[in-house]
């Protein structure tokens, strides 16, 4: 995992503009379907990046990118599709399994406080 590149709030607002500009251009160019798909997928992988979790923006192309080829270039849907759902999926484990859990301090405190609040 690479360390976070901005906050949240910013890596928040970020992947927002690049979804409002993504959102203009498509209605622009008026390609609704299947260029939702990346100005949906494009702005995730961003903000992901952005807040350092690289496998997450990885799955998120993978999936986005991978169904909006499928839409616009004619491949075989039902081959593809479920190809890229299994990659994710296996993305996903291999990252759960692969990584060890580190507790961060904010974390704790963040269960702690709201362990407190079920308490009251």
């Not at 607002?13 to 498509?26: D, E, K, P, R």
Request: proline share 2%.
């Amino acid at each position: 995992m690479i360390h976070q590149f901005v906050s949240k709030h910013r890596a928040h607002a970020l992947s927002m503009a690049l979804f409002f500009v993504g959102l203009a251009i498509i209605s622009f160019t008026d390609t609704w379907w299947p260029g939702i798909l990346l100005g949906v997928g494009l702005p995730l992988a961003i903000r992901q990046l952005l807040l350092g979790r690289l496998y997450d923006c990885f799955v998120t192309l993978i999936i986005f990118a991978g169904i909006f080829s499928a839409f616009s270039f004619s491949i075989r849907k039902d081959l593809l599709l479920p190809i890229i759902f299994l990659v994710s999926a296996l993305f996903i484990v291999v990252r759960e399994f692969s990584e060890s859990y580190q507790h961060i301090e904010a974390e704790d405190e963040e269960d702690l406080n709201h362990e407190i609040e079920e308490e009251q």
